[in-house]
């Protein structure tokens, strides 16, 4: 029976809401401090982010050796506020722990002198708050909550800057998100009216309504996937990201990589697996339609990509591109493809942000935002631009970065559930991630710099800021590392094996 929240709550069960008090507690205490506190305001993000980091890799060593953290709390008859955490919720909780404390790194030397930061590092709390909360999601209610409350605290971030443009972009990205959010909750209403619960459960828990309520089933996995396929930038549910660019760097940074479009990816995951079970939902016959919306936003987004000459665009279409990977993966019925699927949501994850952190010191150190002013950057900034290198490697699938690793197992994947169109699709999509990618890297590298720069800061005679350059550094670093000791204990790889074997695709 799982514990509820009383005094004698065991130290498992406190675990849970540690990991959320780490970042709530100090968004909270953040909104209420002047601009000039700039190192208490330091001091309670680094901590708040540390602190989770360990608690999760805590978690990460005790549910290796199979224990047990949850808890709960009564919130609707019949139905309690469940966070649970397992092999899948580590996933997607170490790489916002890891990433989080990376950004707020990031965030930190990128906002150095702005206005308002208090309020951005509250809501930058907050957000990651929701994100882990989702994450831990016990049950379907759960995840809704969570889902939303990363919804109401993204947009604040998304229209910081306070510009006409800004405010655009917000209003777009709310209105998707909130329609999505209506129909995520429809379809979870009338899935409690037939099923009487909505606790998350291996292999699912509809399997007994298959034959009664089919159709009924099949219009829920479609409200429930139009839901979270808003967050997961799926096509045509897609054009709010690209809007979203105007936000600062460390907040495109936290959409891609860590946040919203993340947690839509994996709310995907738990509506494939731990509702329907993916097996039920092969043979409701949703899974093959979900695989093929997956490849065409592969292809629709990297073929956007190539005509974007503003570099944050061409990353997000990227993203739409690259996000829909784990989809692909998820729909593929087989153990490889769900492998190639969830070891993706990391490597996408830290190549990603590693590309956002370099676009954003471009931006802030010489004024650079299109592609087309990028000739000869690599020269001026070398350590900046050998870290995109590296993220576009990687995006591109070239070994031995991660996403070789991601496009290798999603490729076996296909095989092994005996369909050869996931091939072409990989192949293709690879060959428009070089198309788009690698003349950005011919003009930083090979073309001759121009006399001067749209808007360049001086810092003193170093490339940039050190605060905007160890980030990338680390995540560029990060991205070879998970990809030449993909097979070593603890990598995402070994770690997405661990949760196909033992939640999904049991003996």
């Not at 139009?226 to 897609?238: M, S």
């Not at 329907?276 to 695989?291: M, S």
């Not at 739409?320 to 769900?338: D, E, F, K, R």
Request: glycine share 8%; with cysteine.
């Amino acid at each position: 029976m799982m514990p509820t929240l009383d005094a004698a709550l065991p130290p498992n069960a406190w675990l849970p809401l540690l990991v959320l008090a780490s970042s709530l507690i100090p968004g909270l205490i953040i909104f209420f401090l002047a601009e000039r506190h700039y190192w208490t305001r330091t001091l309670l993000n680094l901590s708040g982010s540390l602190l989770k980091l360990m608690l999760v890799s805590a978690m990460l060593w005790g549910v290796f050796h199979q224990q047990q953290y949850a808890a709960s709390l009564p919130l609707l008859p019949g139905l309690d506020l469940v966070l649970r955490v397992r092999p899948l919720s580590l996933l997607f909780l170490a790489l916002s722990a890891g990433l989080w404390l990376l950004t707020t790194l990031y965030a930190i030397g990128y906002l150095e002198g702005s206005p308002n930061r208090s309020r951005f590092f509250g809501f930058f709390s907050l957000c990651v708050t929701a994100t882990v909360g989702v994450a831990m999601a016990g049950n379907l209610l759960t995840f809704l909550l969570f889902f939303e409350l990363l919804t109401l605290t993204t947009y604040p971030l998304v229209v910081h800057r306070g510009t006409e443009e800004a405010r655009r972009a917000g209003q777009i990205y709310l209105a998707h998100t909130l329609i999505a959010g209506a129909l995520l909750l429809a379809g979870t209403v009338w899935l409690y009216t037939l099923a009487g619960t909505l606790t998350f459960t291996t292999r699912g828990f509809v399997a007994d309504l298959v034959e009664s309520h089919r159709w009924s089933l099949i219009a829920i996995f479609v409200l429930l996937i139009i839901g979270v396929g808003v967050k997961a930038a799926l096509v045509p549910l897609h054009s709010w990201l690209p809007r979203a660019m105007v936000a600062p760097a460390p907040v495109s940074a936290l959409l891609h990589a860590v946040a919203v479009v993340k947690a839509g990816a994996f709310g995907i995951v738990l509506i494939v697996y731990d509702v329907f079970g993916v097996e039920v939902a092969a043979e409701l016959g949703v899974t093959k339609p979900l695989a093929l919306v997956a490849a065409f936003t592969i292809l629709y987004g990297s073929l956007r990509a190539l005509f974007q000459d503003n570099l944050k665009r061409r990353l997000a279409f990227s993203t739409i591109s690259q996000v829909s990977y784990i989809v692909l993966g998820v729909a593929i019925v087989g153990p490889l493809a769900t492998v190639g699927g969830l070891v993706h949501l990391v490597h996408q994850g830290v190549m990603k942000i590693t590309l956002f952190f370099c676009a954003g010191n471009l931006a802030e150190t010489l004024g650079i935002h299109q592609v087309s002013e990028m000739n000869g950057v690599g020269r001026r900034m070398p350590w900046t631009m050998l870290a995109f290198s590296i993220g576009v490697f990687g995006m591109i699938g070239l070994p031995p970065v991660a996403g070789f690793i991601s496009k290798w197992y999603l490729g076996l994947g296909g095989l092994e559930a005996g369909l050869h169109w996931p091939l072409f699709v990989l192949a293709g999509s690879s060959l428009l991630n070089a198309a788009y990618f690698l003349p950005i890297l011919h003009r930083a590298w090979f073309c001759e710099p121009p006399e001067t720069w749209p808007d360049e800061r001086d810092f003193g005679g170093k490339e940039t800021a050190w605060l905007l350059l160890l980030p990338p550094l680390v995540t560029a670093a990060l991205s070879l590392m998970i990809g030449l000791f993909a097979s070593m204990p603890f990598t995402p790889l070994e770690w997405a094996r661990l949760i196909a074997e033992r939640e999904f695709y049991q003996p």
